[in-house]
């Protein structure tokens, strides 16, 4: 069995290299993600929503990984390619068996409302 630590770093090595498949494979089946405008409680869905989003991700630079036994939160400058710049970004795993269970990311996302309060007009 995989450390915490090993499985959200295959899982954001995946993300990186736009293997949405070996991504997939570090989800548990019954993910639950929370987020400032999406809530998940299956992997497809959060995954398809991260393909939205790569669109206009420049780089991320990580600043820092706190790892707590089964839970592992990275701490991120995730920088944009939109008005919204770059967000300070802490993303929070918690890791059962081999599988992230669930996901919690916190950030201020006032300078991104503009983009999704857009994108579900019409």
Request: proline share 5%.
């Amino acid at each position: 069995m995989a450390n915490a630590l090993e499985v959200v770093q295959k899982f954001q090595g995946a993300m990186a290299k736009d293997d949405w498949a070996g991504a997939r494979k570090c989800l548990d089946d019954h993910l639950a993600f929370s987020g400032p405008f999406e809530k998940f409680d299956r992997p497809e869905p959060y995954l398809e929503s991260l393909k939205r989003l790569h669109g206009i991700v420049e780089r991320v630079d990580m600043k820092h990984v706190f790892v707590d036994g089964k839970d592992v939160c990275l701490w991120y400058d995730l920088v944009t390619n939109t008005p919204a710049g770059t967000a300070l970004i802490a993303e929070w795993h918690h890791v059962e068996g081999d599988k992230i269970r669930s996901i919690q990311v916190v950030f201020d996302a006032r300078p991104f409302a503009p983009m999704f309060t857009t994108a579900g007009a019409g």
